[in-house]
């Protein structure tokens, strides 16, 4: 089974902070995302990356930037945490899409960060 | 990015009924994916489907690509306590690589 780890489940930082949220996972997949989650919007792209050292905005980028120095690894990071980024975030893996068929994502549990 | 429309946002049931919930979209799919996610969990994927019209199922659920290719449906039969949770569709478009959008999410709620 796909293994992807966050490292941490709950976070609680104040307004201006750099903050890392790190997450790994364990299967070899390219493609690596994150999201965060908001009651009533779903899940909201704000990176993804598809190779090592290489990333990609997704839908709502700004405040936000990425790390992918490893494979196996993807780092969030808040640049001066506000506290309308107070939400759970929430990271996946896949394989890279083949020529058939598309890979589905694989989350980790997630981390509730408050901002305060 | 893209808007997937979820409905219904909520649902409260009895042990025993069947569900059935839908995701709809503006633009044309190549994919849908449907995921639950348990309480303080990540999404786990539930269905796959990556053809037009292609009805798969998996235990008490079952899900179907719209012909349209705009819609896609879950349906779960004889809810049990265990089905609790939030349920998200996800479609992908032909030529976003390897993003998925999602939809706002549907909460269920089994009453035994």
């Known amino acids: 089974d796909v293994k992807v780890t966050q490292s941490s489940r709950y976070l609680v930082k104040r307004t201006g902070e750099k903050v890392f949220l790190e997450c790994v996972q364990d299967?070899?997949?390219?493609?690596m995302f994150w999201y965060r989650q908001d009651p009533g919007l779903g899940l909201r792209l704000i990176y993804f990356?598809?190779?090592?050292?290489?990333?990609e905005k997704g839908d709502i980028p700004e405040g936000y930037s990425v790390s992918r120095e490893k494979k196996e690894r993807f780092s969030l990071i808040l640049e001066s945490a506000s506290t309308n980024q107070t939400s759970m975030y929430l990271c996946?893996?896949?394989?890279?899409?083949?020529?058939?068929?598309?890979?589905?994502?694989?989350f980790g549990d997630g981390t509730r960060l408050s901002i305060l | 990015g893209q808007q997937l429309n979820q409905s219904p946002q909520s649902m409260f049931i009895q042990e025993g009924e069947d569900v059935s919930m839908n995701c709809t979209s503006s633009?044309?799919?190549?994919?849908w994916l449907w995921y639950k996610q348990d309480p303080g969990e990540g999404p786990v994927l539930l269905i796959a489907?990556?053809?037009?019209?292609e009805l798969t199922s998996n235990g008490r659920l079952t899900a179907q690509f719209g012909i349209t290719r705009k819609d896609s449906f879950l349906n779960i039969s004889a809810s049990i306590p265990s089905d609790v949770g939030i349920y998200f569709c996800?479609?992908?478009?032909?030529?976003?690589?390897?993003?998925?959008?999602f939809g706002t999410g549907t909460s269920l709620t089994v009453i035994p």
């Open positions: 996946a893996s896949s394989l890279p899409r083949s020529i058939d068929n598309y890979q589905p994502q694989h």
């Open positions: 299967m070899d997949h390219e493609n």
């Open positions: 990356s598809y190779d090592v050292k290489m990333k």
């Open positions: 633009s044309i799919f190549n994919t």
């Open positions: 489907l990556y053809k037009a019209g």
């Open positions: 996800a479609g992908q478009l032909s030529n976003t690589g390897n993003q998925f959008y």
